[in-house]
């Protein structure tokens, strides 16, 4: 009975992010590993709202999970986030609020701008943000709490699971069965890349590349998952923008669609924005 209170393997992201000396050359290094199911189609698009800022982000078609995923807008400020393990019967009755990542780039140029916009933290999730100077987290509870980390020197990082201890009421005694797998999951993960975002002093692109990329944890629980079997949730997509202090920001991508090759970019951002002026 257990069972029909939760939904599938599903949410098992990795967000890691770096700003200030951590960073060579400065500025900011944010990334992102999206897991999903292998039934969908990922594209990259600019998108020009009739209100608000420009943005460019990675988009998922084909299924009810429709839409961005992570994305850039014309300023710097870049929006990736990750689902918390709660249940069905949690997600259902909880409030929520739809289109944050699009709502965040649409109308915040910066991290400060971005945490002015509280009133729309909802809905048991982890925002991970950057702009060309700085980097925050936030962990947003079931019931409205949220904790927010913000640093222009450091490191942050998250999975899928409560860390906050202001938050822990929402994990993890409270999955039992066969769900605990996807918490377990979820600190194997975490503690990964734990140790990798403390395994060096400054990073640059090509290391948050290297990391996106690690498999240590096996098929099912590395930060790249290739997935036990052919219907398995495996990582879909790579996501990483660095922001040099004084120089051009740059998008590195790597997209995983089912049944094709793996495809990799690394794109300049100011000549993405370039192609459409109002």
């Not at 909802?122 to 950057?130: I, Q, V």
């Not at 994990?171 to 990964?192: L, M, N, W």
């Not at 944890?217 to 398995?232: A, H, L, Y």
Request: glycine fraction near 8%.
């Amino acid at each position: 009975m257990l069972q029909c209170l939760y939904p599938p393997l599903l949410w098992a992201c990795t967000l890691w992010a770096a700003a200030g000396s951590k960073v060579k050359g400065e500025g900011t290094l944010i990334a992102k590993n999206r897991d999903w199911r292998p039934n969908c189609k990922q594209v990259l698009k600019l998108i020009t709202p009739d209100k608000g800022f420009r943005y460019y982000g990675l988009f998922e078609e084909g299924n009810e999970e429709s839409g961005i995923k992570m994305g850039i807008n014309e300023h710097g400020l870049v929006v990736i986030s990750a689902r918390a393990i709660i249940s069905k019967k949690e997600r259902q009755s909880m409030s929520r609020t739809q289109g944050v990542n699009r709502l965040l780039l649409t109308s915040c140029a910066t991290i400060e701008d971005a945490l002015k916009r509280t009133d729309i933290f909802e809905g048991a999730r982890f925002l991970l943000m950057a702009d060309k100077k700085e980097i925050a987290l936030a962990e947003i509870g079931i019931t409205g709490g949220c904790v927010i980390d913000k640093t222009d020197n450091g490191v942050l990082y998250h999975t899928n699971h409560f860390v906050e201890p202001g938050l822990m009421v929402y994990s993890p005694d409270r999955f039992t069965g066969t769900r605990i797998d996807r918490y377990i999951g979820s600190v194997e993960r975490y503690e990964q890349i734990h140790e990798l975002m403390h395994d060096k002093n400054r990073f640059e692109m090509r290391d948050f590349i290297e990391i996106s990329q690690s498999q240590n944890g096996g098929p099912d629980r590395s930060i790249w998952r290739k997935g036990t079997t052919s219907q398995s949730i495996r990582t879909l997509s790579s996501w990483i923008v660095y922001q040099p202090r004084g120089g051009k920001p740059v998008l590195y991508i790597r997209i995983a669609d089912p049944g094709e090759d793996i495809k990799e970019r690394l794109i300049s951002l100011p000549e993405i924005f370039k192609r459409e002026k109002r």
